[in-house]
């Protein structure tokens, strides 16, 4: 009996999200009184027995070049031979895209039950029982999963990173790995200096900017605070920014720690995807936009004068 956690690697690194997925399951772990191990893919993996700091004993590592590229049929067949031969019970993986594509595959293939989307611990005083959103973060559902292995997708920023003492053992896991049926010719990374799913602090900007010429501000403003940059729907579909920046219920649903969101109205299909971030701030001159109910702090105003003014005041306070 353990709990497993998929922690998905990025350029050598573990992502924030399968920090945080790490942290929860190894909290999940000591709820149930068992132990909490790690799976990691690929060959460039860093430093895996530094992982013990997020409450994990052992890290199976699947160490194989055909995994540095993500491929969901091949990393679920691996994730549940690995859970299949740690025993595990319970697994956790992070919501985020790879997770998205996993999560269902591995509950189809070891008959277990499924809560994507996760917000808080289970509840195992009777049952296992798992809150997450629906409805757009609009309300909650509490899961009761009953099957003997239980599948949890945390959402991102749902439950902190908490680092401590400790290292892990590294144990080489030793898997088939199939060759993927899908073979990947060619990759392009996004542009931007920070990833927009990963990122603690986004800007982002709508149609109120009037035109592409005028994203040198909202760009300048996202540098200063080291963040990443997304846009409203309308204005991706204008082609004003790529696609890959647009946030909302047909695009990134994001939970950064901070969103400003610069003449964006938001419509309830953009909050959809912004509406888990822990704080916003809205720049606009209607002040009856209907963002400011669900900002933080609010600036009424035109971002033209507003926008260039905090990013200097930004520069000062960071030096
Ligand atoms: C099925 C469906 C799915 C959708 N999915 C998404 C989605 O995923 N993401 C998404 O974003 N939208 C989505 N939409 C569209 C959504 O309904 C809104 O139309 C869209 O979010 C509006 O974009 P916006 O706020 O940039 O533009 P607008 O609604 O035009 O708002 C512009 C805002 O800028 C303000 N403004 C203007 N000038 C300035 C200035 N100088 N300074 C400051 N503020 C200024 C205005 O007061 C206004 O509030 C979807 C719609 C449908 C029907």
């Not at 956790?92 to 595959?105: E, F, Q, T």
């Not at 899961?143 to 908490?162: C, E, G, R």
């Not at 927009?196 to 982002?204: F, G, W």
């Amino acid at each position: 009996m353990s709990v497993l956690i998929f922690a998905d690697i990025a350029e050598g690194q573990v992502k924030k999200s399968s920090l945080e997925a790490l942290s929860y399951g190894s909290k999940v772990a000591a709820q149930l009184g068992t132990t909490a191990e790690a799976v990691v893919l690929g060959d460039n993996a860093g430093d895996l027995a530094s992982l013990g700091k997020y409450g994990v004993k052992k890290v199976h590592h699947v160490s194989s070049s055909t995994l540095d590229n993500f491929d969901a049929q091949v990393y679920t067949k691996v994730i549940a031979e690995v859970a299949l031969s740690a025993g595990a019970d319970v697994i956790v993986l992070s919501n985020n895209l790879n997770g998205k594509a996993i999560a269902p595959r591995l509950s189809a293939r070891l008959k277990a039950g499924l809560v994507s989307g996760a917000v808080a611990l289970p509840d195992t005083a009777s049952g296992f029982v798992v809150r997450k959103n629906v409805f757009s973060g609009k309300a909650y559902a509490n899961i009761s999963v009953s099957t003997p292995v239980k599948i949890i997708s945390l959402n991102s920023n749902a439950y902190p990173v908490t680092e401590g003492e400790g290292t892990a053992e590294v144990v080489p896991a030793n898997v088939t790995v199939d060759a993927p049926k899908v073979k990947v010719t060619g990759s392009t990374k996004a542009s931007g200096e920070v990833s927009l799913t990963e990122a603690e602090i986004v800007v982002s900007a709508g149609r109120g900017l009037k035109g592409p010429e005028n994203w040198g501000m909202v760009e300048d403003l996202a540098h200063v605070l080291h963040a990443a940059t997304a846009c409203s729907r309308p204005v991706a579909d204008a082609d004003w920014r790529p696609h890959h920046e647009h946030v909302g219920q047909t695009g990134f649903a994001i939970a950064p720690n901070l969103y400003v969101a610069i003449g964006i109205s938001g419509a309830i299909q953009h909050l959809a995807g912004v509406n888990r971030s822990k704080v916003i701030v809205v720049i606009n001159k209607d002040p009856e936009a209907p963002f400011f109910k669900a900002a933080d702090y609010g600036i009424v105003g035109d971002a033209f004068e507003i926008v260039p003014k905090m990013t200097e005041a930004i520069k000062k306070i960071k030096g």
